[in-house]
Each structure stands twice: as structure tokens, then as C-alpha cells.
């Protein structure tokens, strides 16, 4: 065999993912705030881009105009009525000025910190003692002894290490740890297992004495730390909003929010020299301003498009709610705006849309479609509007006889024409966060109480 080496010319093709593409492909991920933020950036290292106060409309097939009470900001999106309150001191901050308070020696008040730095946003400990002891290079019984001075700072309940010391704290601080409560405490497993008769044996005291004491416990507050830093954060404004006119649904991007990019042509002419370098440093920049110009554009053009489309696919939901949700998946979209399947994935990830309905993000209108008892995927329905239909179904039933997971399916089988398994309505379910029937029974018993 004969080996010699040889040379061979071909063409191919193939996709270069340039800066500027890269760029575009993120533009199409950000919402009105991280666009704005990211014009911000680019204007402070280019002379010749700025950012403007509002950005022109982009236009399409469908009338974009917007209620008088939205141009005006007198809707729900009033900046003025976006401001949060004060929020207080952080749990931090007050657990500090209650430690302060307490008589403590300088060397306790140096191993109290570590305690601060573990408290937990609910208030508990998050590391356990023995760590705690080792950081601070004590013996676990000194610690301990710190850790009894600290739980008896306000609200009680502070720095416990779990649930039963957490509600012991509390009762000891209302007068009513007694014997039996300490022993309620000790059981609180059979507690959630709704084993009342099992609690009166442990406790030693009927059931009418069990019942007084578990009243007192749900008064207690297994959190205390919880309501600390609690303000909610200020809801991210729409990029869409969709209103309703006397000729259908209108869309239109929220003009409130949305950046536009200014490219200063007049100081690009002015700055021109006869110097090369010069000249070639304002072309270059000018170009890189005027692209991000027409990449805003398309991105605003083709984040419409999207919204237009959804919109014209939900409108049942638009008009009934969630249970008249469409099946809609992300390649029947691109199909009908004529964009890649990836260009509509991009958009959906990061695009809030006012609704009639509520605020959602885009991608929430897509939903898989569900096979009737006929074995036509989608004629019943998308997963949603299931997932919609089964939390009324449970909002709706009796406590004391809940629903199970095999009788639901079997009602919106007989009801709405949907082919659904035990399993896939177990895992709806929890998606939903709701529990399991048995666990939704001992609640019930527990609450009766």
C-alpha cells in the first residue's frame, strides 16, 4: 500500500455567529427594562448613540392605539402608584437592637454575631449549634447557654433551631407551656397526621382539652421572622398591552417603558476630519450606532408580531378566562409570522403581556394539547385550561370528603371529553402545589378544630 498526501479544494456553508448576531439574539430576550438598561451601556462607551425618552411605534396589520387613561398614565401602570412603602428595619436590624438590649458581656456580644449571621429569613437558625460552637471555638454547652439568652429577644420564636422549639418559645412567652402542651409539642408528626385519639393518649387529656390547645397553637406564628423584609417587590411593568376595541382586540407595546435609540448624526458630520484615524473611529462608531438602531426596531417588530399572533389564537381566553385556554405551541407561531421556531422561543422568555385577564408572561399562552376520548389531540382543550378546570374542581369540594386524583379524571373525562390518567392529573396537581387528597382530609380535620 502506498501512502502520498494531496490537496483538494471544495465550498461549503456553514453559519457564523457574529458579535453583532450575538447581540441581536439577546436583544429579542429583554423586556422594556433590561433593553433600556442595556441602551444605557452602550450609549456611555459611544459618542454618537443616545438614549431617547420613547420610541416611535412600530405599525402592523392591526389598530395599535391605547385608551386615552393609558397614554396619559392614569391606568394601572402609574409610576406614582408603583412606589413601595417603607418596608421597616430587615430582621437583621431589629434581631441586632434586641440583642443589644439584652445584658450581655463584650465576649458574648462578640459570639452573638455568629448567631445573626445564621438567623434564616423565617427566623430559625440556619446552621446547626455544633457548627455554630465550632466557628466561635467554644464548647457546644457555652453556646447553648448564649442561645437560651437570645431566644428571649422580640417576637418570641426567634434563633429556634425548628418548628417545636419555635412554638415552645411562643407558648413559654404567653404563660401556656404546660405539661400537656409540651407534650402536644413533643408529637407534633401525629399532629399532621391528624391522630387526634393518639395526641389525647400522648397529652393525657381529653378531647375537648386537645382541641383548646391546638386553637392556641394555630395562633402561633411558626415564621416569626417572615414578617420582616416582607414588602412585596414592585411588579416589572408590561411590555404588551392588550385592549379591547370596537373592532377586536388591539395590542400595542407599552409606550411608558420603552427605550429608543438616537443616533446623533449631526455630531458625527461635525466631528469629521481630514485626520484617517479619526475618520475611521467616527465611521466605526457610527456604524455600530446605526445597526443597534434597526436591531431595536426589528426587535419591538417582531416582539408584536408574537403578541399579535398570541392574541389572535387566545382570544376565548381573552374573553372567558384561563378555562378557555387554546393548546398553542411555538412552531404553530413562527409558521404564521414567518420567523424561526427559536426567534418565537426568545421573545416568549423574557415579555410580560397586559391582559383583560391579568399580567402574563408570553410564554404561559403556550400549552400542550390534551387527546379527547375520541383520540383527537386538542379538541378538548390545552393542558392549562385541564390544569385550570382541576383547581376549581378542588377549590369547590367538599373538606371533609376531598376529591381523589382518579375521580377527577374520571369527572372531566365524562364532562369535558378529556382522556386523562390518574398520573397526569396527580402531577397537574402538583404543579399547582395542591395536596394530595389524604393530605387535603387531615387538614380539613385539623382546621374543623
Known sequence: MQL????????????????????????????????????????????????????????????????SQLRSGEGDWDRLGQLAADPGPS??????????????????????????????????????????????????????????????????????RNLSECLRLQAADQGLLTPAFAALLDNLPMLAQADLRGLCRACNVGMEDLKAMLRQIRSFNPKPGATFDASPLPQRAPDLIVTRGADGWRVDLNRSTLPTVVVREGEARRLSTRRVEANAYVSERLSVAR?????????????????????????????????????????????????????????????????????????????????????????????????????????????????????IARVIGAEDGVQLARRTVAKYRDQLRIPSSVDRRRRAIVSQI
Open 291 to 407: 445597526w443597534l438602531s434597526r436591531a431595536v426596531e426589528h426587535r419591538n417588530q417582531t416582539t408584536l408580531k408574537v403578541g399579535a399572533e398570541v392574541v389572535r389564537r387566545q382570544t376565548e381566553f381573552l374573553e372567558q378566562g384561563a378555562s378557555r385556554m387554546r393548546p398553542m405551541v411555538l412552531r404553530e407561531v413562527a409558521e404564521a409570522i414567518g420567523v424561526h421556531e427559536s426567534t418565537v422561543s426568545r421573545v416568549c422568555s423574557g415579555i410580560l403581556m397586559a391582559t383583560p385577564q391579568g399580567t402574563f408572561p408570553l410564554k404561559a399562552f403556550f400549552s400542550a394539547a390534551l387527546a379527547s376520548r375520541d383520540g383527537d389531540a386538542g379538541e378538548a382543550g390545552s393542558a392549562a385550561a385541564v390544569r385550570h378546570r382541576i383547581q376549581k374542581m378542588i377549590a369547590a369540594e367538599n373538606p371533609e370528603e376531598p376529591l381523589s386524583d382518579d375521580h
Open 4 to 67: 502520498f498526501t494531496a490537496q483538494s479544494i471544495g465550498q461549503r456553508q456553514s453559519v457564523v455567529v457574529t458579535a453583532q448576531l450575538q447581540q441581536a439574539i439577546q436583544l429579542l430576550q429583554m423586556g422594556n427594562t433590561d433593553l433600556q438598561s442595556f441602551i444605557e451601556s452602550q450609549a456611555e462607551e459611544n459618542p454618537f448613540l443616545d438614549l431617547g425618552s420613547r420610541a416611535a411605534q412600530p405599525r402592523s396589520t392591526r389598530d395599535l392605539t391605547l385608551p
Open 91 to 160: 430582621l437583621y436590624a431589629h434581631a441586632a437592637a434586641e440583642v443589644a438590649r439584652l445584658s450581655l458581656s463584650p465576649q458574648e456580644s462578640l459570639m452573638a454575631e455568629a448567631f445573626l449571621d445564621a438567623l434564616e429569613p423565617s427566623g430559625w437558625l440556619g446552621q446547626p449549634l455544633s457548627a455554630i460552637a465550632e466557628r466561635l471555638f467554644v464548647s457546644e454547652d457555652e453556646a447553648e447557654a448564649l442561645l437560651k439568652k437570645l431566644q428571649g429577644v422580640e417576637p418570641a420564636g426567634l434563633f429556634a
